[in-house]
Every structure is written in structure tokens, then in C-alpha cells.
């Protein structure tokens, strides 16, 4: 896995001691009820793309083993123009490219796995044609 949402942020500073009694309290009034459990299943977005098509997208987020999502994001296009794609994982590019709509539907898909991060992540996908300017996006709360 290459891509930033999985690398842990360095140089963050130790926590206080007043913030670690805080949340050891939290902890010891609510419980295990204090930590959220995500649902296990899989979250999804659906949108028409923006422009003069007829261009749909969709993006599929689901849990794997080991602390980990995985992120499908999918263009079905009426051409199969050069498109330039970005997903985002809570508001930092995770990854990008661009990729030639093709296949007999003239669509693509794009898998990633992301790190999935205590509390709920924010997955963010954009897909642009490069000849005519249409707009595809998504977002997923996970």
C-alpha cells in the first residue's frame, strides 16, 4: 500500500496527561459504548455526472481484514475519452491517474485500499474528461 491514507502522521505530539485522564474517564463512565464500531456493511453513493452526457458514477466502500478498506469507484461513459480521477481520504489525496474509459460500456473502475482510521472516514471520489469537461463524483462516509 503506496498511498498517503495508510501512513500514520509523524511528529504529532504526545498527548497531555490532562487529555489522557479525560478520555481514561470517558472510557471508564461509558464503557466499550464509548468506542464506535463501524457497521460492517459495505457504504455506497450513486450520482449522475455533471456535463452534457449521459455519464453515471458510483463508489463502494467495505471493510477488509486487518484494519483496512476497500475503496471501488466506477465511470460508466458514453465515450471513451481520457478521463483524470482522485479519491480522497478524509480531505488528503489518497491516489490519482488518469485512464482511458474503454470495455464495451465505455467504463472504468478504480480499486484502492485505504487505512481504515478510528471514527468515520470520509472517501471522496472525482473523475474529469479531459476532451469535454464532464465531472463524475462521489462521497461516501464510512
Same mark, same amino acid.
Given at each position: 500500500?503506496?498511498?498517503?491514507?495508510?501512513?500514520?502522521?509523524?511528529?504529532?505530539?504526545? /498527548?497531555?496527561?490532562?487529555? @489522557?485522564?479525560?478520555?481514561? @474517564?470517558? /472510557?471508564?463512565? +461509558?464503557?466499550?459504548?464509548?468506542?464506535?464500531? !463501524?457497521?460492517?456493511?459495505?457504504? !455506497?453513493?450513486?450520482? =449522475?455526472?455533471?456535463? $452534457? #452526457?449521459?455519464?453515471? $458514477? !458510483?463508489?463502494?466502500?467495505?471493510?477488509?481484514? =486487518?484494519?483496512?478498506?476497500?475503496? #471501488?469507484?466506477?465511470?460508466?461513459?458514453?465515450?471513451?475519452?481520457?478521463?483524470?480521477? !482522485? /479519491?480522497?481520504? $478524509?480531505?488528503?489525496? =489518497?491516489?490519482?491517474?488518469?485512464?482511458?474509459?474503454?470495455?464495451?460500456?465505455?467504463? +472504468?473502475?478504480? @480499486?484502492?485500499?485505504?487505512?481504515? +482510521?478510528?471514527?468515520?472516514?470520509?472517501?471522496? +471520489?472525482?473523475?474529469?474528461?479531459?476532451?469535454?469537461?464532464?465531472?463524475?463524483? =462521489?462521497?461516501?462516509?464510512?
Amino acid at each position: 500500500m503506496d498511498h498517503l491514507s495508510t501512513r500514520r502522521a509523524r511528529g504529532r505530539r504526545a /498527548l497531555s496527561r490532562a487529555t @489522557v485522564l479525560v478520555l481514561t @474517564v470517558a /472510557l471508564a463512565t +461509558f464503557g466499550p459504548s464509548a468506542i464506535a464500531k !463501524k457497521d460492517d456493511a459495505p457504504a !455506497k453513493d450513486r450520482n =449522475s455526472c455533471r456535463g $452534457n #452526457t449521459t455519464s453515471w $458514477n !458510483k463508489l463502494k466502500v467495505a471493510a477488509q481484514n =486487518s484494519g483496512i478498506l476497500e475503496v #471501488t469507484a466506477v465511470v460508466f461513459s458514453d465515450d471513451s475519452d481520457v478521463w483524470e480521477w !482522485k /479519491l480522497k481520504h $478524509n480531505d488528503e489525496v =489518497s491516489a490519482k491517474g488518469t485512464v482511458k474509459a474503454k470495455d464495451a460500456d465505455k467504463s +472504468f473502475k478504480i @480499486v484502492r485500499d485505504m487505512g481504515d +482510521f478510528p471514527g468515520v472516514d470520509f472517501i471522496d +471520489f472525482k473523475a474529469e474528461n479531459t476532451a469535454n469537461g464532464e465531472i463524475c463524483t =462521489s462521497s461516501v462516509e464510512y
